[in-house]
């Protein structure tokens, strides 16, 4: 069993977390809430039931003087049939798409990808990751490592191959998005983007009270 | 593909998406498919390239900016601030998913020009609107309409506005016609003159939702997503999926079966879903719909703020009908990039009136309101037919929705969507306080 699952943040002084929204993708089964439930609880449950719908987690984790509050959202409804709202991405800095590697990938979004590739949803600011899971099934393999390396490097993709139940190369994924992800840029355009938000209204803060709100930096 | 579910709901526009929110949150095995490959039919906000070859069938050109950087509505609407639509996407915790912005001001056309209707008594007192003989009479109206209170027959001057017309208000009041083209147009936003001969009760509501909806965030009443106003079936499709809905787009729906009259199930691609009732728009019914009018809708880019605005990023103006002598008001809403729904330096401007004599050329209902635009890049016109379904659905379990309005807000949409609501489960959509929150969101 790995242990890479980052001890709680307790040193102080403590830097301010940079938010990152990042969206699971990938067919069903593959062991997407399975790498979630790892990354964010280091456990593993042997008969996962479907996702009904889609969850939302976070995860806190370090990477060398920063705090990275990872927002997940881990969907189903919408993206079985690959009909994933744009709402879903279009806040979201980073992807992940996993596909089980004791099967052959027929995940459309990965067709949708190869075929249309600037038609995708994530613009190059976006960082995606493919995931090949279930390495622990080594010896069931179906799809080549060096197949899936090359349509990722063909693509501009991150690529890993890792195993939720053993625990291996998962933290990896989501430390590999971190260290691409520009966080400087990422709290420059927030508060840029706050201070352009002149005429922003908060539903949450104001609506059924009827009190008139300001600004949207909480 | 499974095969059983509660409610097949064919369409993703925002009746539709909020009435699978609903349903999906109390539990209902809900699939929900679009013929479109994207979300919101009739309300659904579209790229340029989407735009250009929905309306010109070719691409757009690349002067104007980049495609994704357009977030173009097909249905000018914004939402009332108070109203009943922000009540529900409290009351669904939809606000979550959601940014919202201000509309930076609200005009109405009058002698020729626009003005900004005040959102203070200090512009009030500056407004060109009314006369200086008028103003008094207008306060004492003001002051009548903030004091009435339905209970207190010593706050109602003599008028029970449940039985008197506005006819009667405004005479009582002295008011002139420009007045009350402005208090029934510009602030109860009634779309011609009916209401004049009704109870005053329905216009005296508008006029609170109006004002109520001003003092919330001070520059209009509106606020509106940022975006674009597909967000918003998005934001209730989401709540659907995360309470388990199913969703497929792209998806041609190739029969709706019965059986003995009674909606069983669709066929699409050579599968069957079987459901016990259905819920859609017109579009996938249109042998159980009735056409009711015809709405002409002007999209045009432009380059500019519009002209006397004050380069307003957004704004809505009211052109009342007897101002330009027409059977309907026209209707002007202008966004932006600071909506993130255009490149910055673009601005698009959606003009739209009922279509009084289906035999004219549509553009031409709405000339009025074109020329109050300034030069225009690109102009794309759509004339929407406007359907209500035939019957209840209680017979065939087929629960048709209203197509979308010529109103300015989407306070009929929830009209509808309470309705349906009613007539497919029974029971009153009580919006009050939020649904439970799911304990792993935040
Ligand atoms: N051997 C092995 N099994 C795994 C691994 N990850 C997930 N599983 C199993 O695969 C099944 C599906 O895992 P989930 O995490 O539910 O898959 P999912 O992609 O979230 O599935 P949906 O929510 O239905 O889309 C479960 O029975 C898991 O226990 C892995 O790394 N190795
Ligand atoms: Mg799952």
């Known amino acids: 069993m790995s242990t890479n699952q980052q001890p709680p943040t307790t040193s102080s002084p403590q830097p301010k977390p940079v938010q990152v929204k990042l ?179 908060d539903l949450n803060q104001t609506a059924g009270s009827g009190a008139a709100a300001g600004g949207c930096c909480q | 593909m499974d095969q059983q579910y509660d409610v097949i709901i064919l369409g993703t526009g925002l009746t539709e998406c909020i009435l699978s929110g609903l349903l999906s949150v109390e539990g209902k095995k809900v699939l929900q498919i679009d013929r479109n490959e994207y979300y919101g039919s009739s309300t659904a906000s579209l790229h340029l390239n989407q735009l250009y070859s929905k309306f010109k069938g070719d691409a757009a050109p690349e002067a104007l900016g980049k495609d994704r950087d357009y977030n173009v509505d097909l249905i000018p609407k914004f939402a009332m601030a108070s109203g009943e639509f922000v009540n529900i996407l409290y009351h669904t915790d939809v606000t979550r998913y959601l940014e919202f912005k201000q509309i930076a001001g609200s005009y109405v056309y009058t002698n020729g020009q626009i003005s900004k209707v005040p959102t203070s008594t200090t512009e009030a007192a500056l407004s060109p609107l009314l006369s200086l003989l008028e103003k008094p009479r207008a306060k004492a109206f003001f002051e009548f309409i903030q004091n009435y209170d339905f209970t207190n027959p010593s706050t109602h001057d003599g008028l029970d506005l449940n039985t008197a017309t506005m006819r009667e208000v405004y005479a009582k009041f002295g008011l002139e016609s420009g007045t009350q083209d402005f208090i029934g147009h510009a602030l109860a936003l009634e779309l011609n003159d009916e209401y004049i001969d009704k109870p005053a009760r329905a216009t005296y509501e508008k006029i609170c939702l109006y004002v109520n909806s001003l003092a919330m ?56 879903v079987k459901a016990n009732l259905v819920i859609g728009d017109a579009s996938y019914f249109q042998d159980k719909v009735k056409k009711v009018g015809q709405v002409v809708r002007v999209i045009c880019i432009l380059n ?33 990039s600071s909506h993130n729904v255009t490149p910055s330096g673009h601005h698009i401007a959606i003009v739209s009136t009922l279509v009084t004599n289906p035999t004219t050329d549509a553009e031409s209902e709405v000339a009025a309101g074109l ?37 300015s807000h989407f306070e009929t949409t929830c009209a509808d969507v309470k309705d349906l609501y009613k007539r497919i489960t029974g029971v009153e959509l009580k919006v009050e306080g939020k649904v439970a929150k799911l304990k792993d969101e935040e």
């Open chain 2, 217 to 272: 965030y001070g520059k209009s009443p509106y606020i509106y997503p940022v975006y674009g106003l597909g967000e918003l079936p998005q934001g209730f499709a989401r709540l659907s999926a995360i309470h388990g809905g199913t969703y497929m787009l792209n998806k041609p729906v190739d029969e709706v079966l019965y059986e003995n009259g009674k909606f069983v199930g669709i066929k699409s691609e050579g599968e069957t």
């Open chain 2, 304 to 336: 500019h703020p519009i002209p006397d605005t004050g380069d307003a990023d957004s704004v809505q103006i009211v052109i009342p009908q007897n101002q330009i002598g027409r059977a309907h008001d026209i209707y002007i809403a202008s966004v932006s």
């Open chain 2, 371 to 407: 020329a109050l635009l300034g030069p225009i890049v690109e102009k794309f016109v759509h004339v929407d037919d406007l359907y209500e379904p035939l019957s209840s659905g209680a017979d065939d379990q087929v629960f048709i929705s209203k197509s979308y309005d010529a109103t």
């Open chain 1, 23 to 201: 969206v699971l993708l990938g067919e069903a089964a593959v062991g997407k809430s399975s790498l979630v439930l790892r990354f964010v609880n280091n456990e593993f449950h042997e008969n996962k039931e479907p996702t009904i719908g889609a969850a939302f987690l976070t995860q806190k984790c370090r990477l060398e003087d920063k705090i990275i509050k990872f927002e997940i959202w881990d969907t189903a409804g919408q993206e079985r049939f690959a009909s994933l709202a744009p709402m879903y991405y279009r806040n979201a800095q980073a992807a992940v798409v996993a596909y089980d590697i004791t099967k052959q990938v027929s995940c459309p979004f990965l067709h949708a990808l190869s075929k249309t590739p600037q038609k995708h949803p994530f613009k190059p600011k976006h960082y995606i990751a493919l995931v090949g899971n279930k390495l622990d099934l080594e010896s069931e393999r179906t799809v080549p490592t060096e197949e899936a390396q090359a349509y990722a490097t063909e693509q501009g993709l991150l690529f890993t191959e890792a195993s939720a139940k053993t625990g291996e190369y998962v933290m990896e994924v989501f430390t590999e998005i971190a260290k691409k992800i520009p966080l400087e840029q990422l709290l420059a355009s927030r508060s840029r983007w706050c201070r352009a938000g002149s005429g922003r209204v």
